[in-house]
């Protein structure tokens, strides 16, 4: 095949599939809760062998609010709602957003990625 | 050749994942990319596991004859003691779930027994430390035992949160733990037993101070009633054995890697035997002084501190207890030294009257002991562990001696961060070159040993898929 020809068919196929699938280089929120998260929080609402508390049915629920979780006092007498808003704030920067949790972890997502992982989860059963 | 070669990947890999994603909603970021992980320890099988998750075709390499790194259970002796890794922490989550997932059995340890204290010449029972004659500290601080005496840094603790053990603006006034120690009012005798069985450093003038506010403020926060720390009931080794398992291709053991090279496209790993693999990235998992001996190029910054990072010293001799001849002596079966035994850890093997005995050395005071062949390290350690525990001489034999510095692989237990070197050293070791991405124990920031391990496998497979999605 030419080189020409070659670059054609690449210059195109590439285009297709920027254009069908926005996520190129840029990973799902199913991905990035997988990777990031999943290890250590269930989604739905029951507690399980996992050290964190169940992240389903997230939005609009009280931080704090899952029976049978031990949850650090900071994060019980936060007063908090699950939002877009605050779960960014918690994702970027837990320490930061309520000092004291229990949370001992650290976000290596993008700004880009934060916000698409908040969003699916807030979104999740 | 190169060129054409990686064009026409790419235009593979642009037609495949184009196809993946009209067929599953780009829910498989990796189709048609290959990733080589060095490192079968349990950094590089957890980011191996999730990048298979998500469609890459991960090979794993592994120097060792086994896998799991620095955990090492020495199946070979009654009881199965760990030579390297040996306590899950209590908030270790990536741990047990994966433990979970792959049905590895945890259980709670069996009990230490306490120690009694040998200080210059003389036993000192553990009752009896504050007021022993040998006890060798002030009035204030004569009730601390010798292994609770850096519990006092929480007083003064700054660190608040995860990441606040690096932040570059505490890491400003870091020090070295001998300075820091004496600055914080920590009496000479309390400093001189610190720096007999520190684990957090080869000796107290490079500890960094900080470092040690990090993991006792570790310990204050784990110290709720309603933790356990764990391990694998049939040993520590069945975790990584069980994630090498379910990967779909078997790790590649006894297949040390001796060089790197990278092109803009694709990475070639070359093992010892001359064979190469070709990939799109290559994670790194393995520590710094086995990749020290890998022919690769890095970042100039970054290859410094390949060379400047150090490694704790440990030193084990792992020995069977047949009866508990201590019950009739009125001491302890387990000792904390000021000398050349460092600490003696036994405990009971569950079902039997025998006991795992481990004598465990630190730091700098490991070196005379390195230097010596096995048969005459082994040989200097019993007799001082007859000269310390006469009636043990009958009843006990060795199993194992270990050595992690002296492992050309693991080149020392843990990473080690001198004072002040974590500012800006702890992210740029872990920072991707190109396509080379790093994972261990090392490159982690919220927890140490092997949830560390898991942690880094974690965002190390973020940045590859990063990379290639």
């Known amino acids: 095949m030419r080189p020409s020809v070659y670059l054609a068919y690449l210059s195109m196929a590439v285009t297709i599939l920027i254009g069908n699938c926005v996520q190129a280089n840029t990973l799902s929120g199913e991905a990035l809760y997988d990777a990031a998260c999943g290890a250590c929080h269930s989604l739905g609402t029951s507690t399980d062998h996992r050290i964190g508390p169940p992240l389903g049915t997230l939005l609009n629920r009280q931080a704090g609010a899952i029976q049978g979780y031990r949850y650090s006092e900071a994060l019980s007498n936060s007063g908090w709602t699950w939002t877009l808003p605050t779960l960014l704030a918690w994702l970027s920067d837990p320490d930061a957003a309520m000092p004291n949790n229990a949370m001992n972890y650290v976000n290596h997502l993008t700004a880009t990625e934060t916000q698409l992982l908040g969003e699916w989860l807030l979104q999740q059963p | ?469």
């Open chain 2, 1 to 469: 050749m190169t060129l054409t070669l990686s064009r026409r990947r790419l235009l593979e890999g642009a037609i495949t994942g184009l196809l993946g994603g009209m067929s599953s909603g780009c829910s498989q970021p990796g189709s048609g990319r290959s990733v080589v992980v060095v490192g079968a320890g349990l950094s590089g099988l957890n980011a191996a596991l999730i990048l298979e998750r998500w469609g890459y075709e991960v090979r794993v390499i592994e120097a060792k004859a086994r896998v799991g790194g620095r955990l090492w259970t020495l199946d070979h002796m009654p009881g199965s003691p760990e030579g390297g890794g040996n306590i899950m922490g209590a908030n270790y989550g990536r741990v047990f779930h994966m433990a979970h997932e792959l049905n590895v059995p945890l259980r709670t340890p069996p009990r230490t027994l306490p120690a009694d204290y040998f200080i210059g010449d003389q036993r000192i029972a553990r009752n009896s430390w504050a007021t022993s004659s040998a006890n060798p500290l002030p009035e204030a601080w004569r009730t601390i035992p010798p292994d609770r005496l850096l519990g006092k840094l929480n007083i003064t603790n700054p660190l608040l949160g995860t990441r606040a053990w690096h932040d570059p603006v505490l890491m400003a006034g870091d020090q070295s733990a001998a300075t820091g120690l004496r600055a914080l009012d920590f009496p000479d005798a309390a400093i001189e037993l610190i720096g007999c069985n520190n684990s957090y450093g080869n000796n107290l003038s490079e500890t960094s101070l900080m470092t040690l506010y990090r993991i006792m403020g570790e310990f204050a926060r784990l110290s709720g009633p309603a933790l356990s720390v764990k391990e694998a009931t049939e040993g520590n080794m069945r975790l990584p054995e069980a994630m090498a398992m379910n990967l779909t291709q078997p790790v590649r053991k006894g297949e040390p890697v001796i060089a790197i090279h990278q092109s803009a496209s694709l990475v070639t790993v070359t093992v010892e035997s001359g064979r190469t693999l070709e990939a799109d990235a290559v994670v790194l998992a393995l520590p710094l002084p086995a990749l020290r001996q890998i022919e690769v190029t890095l970042p100039s910054s970054q290859q410094a501190l390949l060379e400047n990072i150090d490694y704790h010293k440990v030193v084990q001799l792992h020995c069977i207890v047949e009866e508990p001849f201590w019950e009739s002596s009125g001491w302890s079966g387990s000792w904390w030294t000021d000398g050349l035994l460092g600490r003696v850890f036994t405990r009971p093997i569950l079902g039997t009257t025998r006991h795992n005995m481990t004598v465990w050395i630190n730091g700098d005071d490991c070196d005379a002991l390195n230097s010596l062949d096995d048969a005459t390290c082994i040989e200097t350690l019993t007799q001082a562990l007859w000269k310390l525990m006469p009636s043990a001489r009958d009843v006990t034999s060795v199993g194992q001696l270990v050595r992690w510095s002296t492992d050309p692989y693991a080149g020392g237990a843990w990473a080690l961060w001198r004072p002040g070197q974590a500012a800006t050293a702890h992210e740029a070791i872990r920072t991707p070159a190109g396509r080379l991405f790093f994972a261990g124990e090392h490159t982690a920031e919220a927890y140490r040993g092997m949830e560390a391990a898991m942690e880094s496998g974690e965002r190390a497979a973020l940045e590859v898929m990063r990379l290639l999605a």
